[in-house]
């Protein structure tokens, strides 16, 4: 429970969340799970699927409103606004929400590619913006998030942020430049991750072990070698190195990978996920107008 000394939740400010869909409920989650902001002090909207509100009220006890005049209201008078639209939907969403802000409302951007000056242009006024990238592990307070702040921001909003994401994981504190590299490892990251769980899950189970043995085999070996780095502090390549015997089995699987490549096209995938986060910005720089 991340609770100040009182019992009260670490933040007692209104946020609202100003798309409801997987990112948000993921923040979401982390939050209420670890009572960080009580769920009545959490508002969730979307465009139009009332049945998605209706079931994140039902699990998370939030606030949750569908109708078009109310929806203002809330926007105009929150004072943290989470932007979590897909980048596609994002511009139309910030020339509309932009003339309903007054100038202390705190907006935290969720949305891959879109800059801090993106934002404020679409928005047409000059607010204070966090741009976050987050990532899903935020549900179960295991989340990384980088964060880049613009110079409007108040010392106690930094500080809200701050405390919001670190709440549900760990924090990087990055130059804005640095956001979309960001995005190639930890926004993105988990979906390597998995991906390669289900080569690994699919592998034993073509090799004869029953779906859950595969699974509870794959997950705990990734687990376990993630705590590894962590409480060793050794490096990935020498824990690596006390696994491979010479001319034996763990060789010849890493010789595999390699004939594959593996390591540079790992490099090329987070690069290739950064380049398209720049590509995604463009596109948001290019609807200003
Ligand atoms: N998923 C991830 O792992 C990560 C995602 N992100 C970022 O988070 C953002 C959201 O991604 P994700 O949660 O996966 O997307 P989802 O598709 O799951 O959710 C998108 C949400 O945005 C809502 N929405 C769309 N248009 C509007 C609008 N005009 N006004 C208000 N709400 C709107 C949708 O509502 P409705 O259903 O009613 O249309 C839906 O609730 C993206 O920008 C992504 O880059 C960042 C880090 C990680
Ligand atoms: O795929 C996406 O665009 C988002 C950004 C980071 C993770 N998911």
Known sequence: MCQSPQNRPLIDKAITFYGAGSMAEAIVRGLVSRSVVLPENITMLNRS????????????????NN??????????????IVLAMKPKDAAKALKELGPKLSSDQLIISVIAGLSIYTTQTLLGNQQPIARTMPNTSASIGLGSTGIAFSKEISEEQRQLVLTLFEAVGNVTVIEEEKMDILTGISGSGPAYFYYMMEAMTAAGIRGGLSPEQSRELTLQTILGAARMVQQTGEQPSSLRAKITSPNGSTQAALETLDQGDFFE???????????RSKEMGAMLKEQIS
Do not use: M
């Open 67 to 80: 109708d078009d005049a109310a929806k203002i209201e809330i926007l105009k008078t929150s004072p943290v």
């Open 265 to 275: 096209t790992v490099i090329a995938a987070v690069n290739r996920c950064a380049e």
């Open 49 to 64: 699927n009332a049945h998605r509100l209706q079931e994140l009220s039902e699990r998370y006890g939030v606030q949750i």
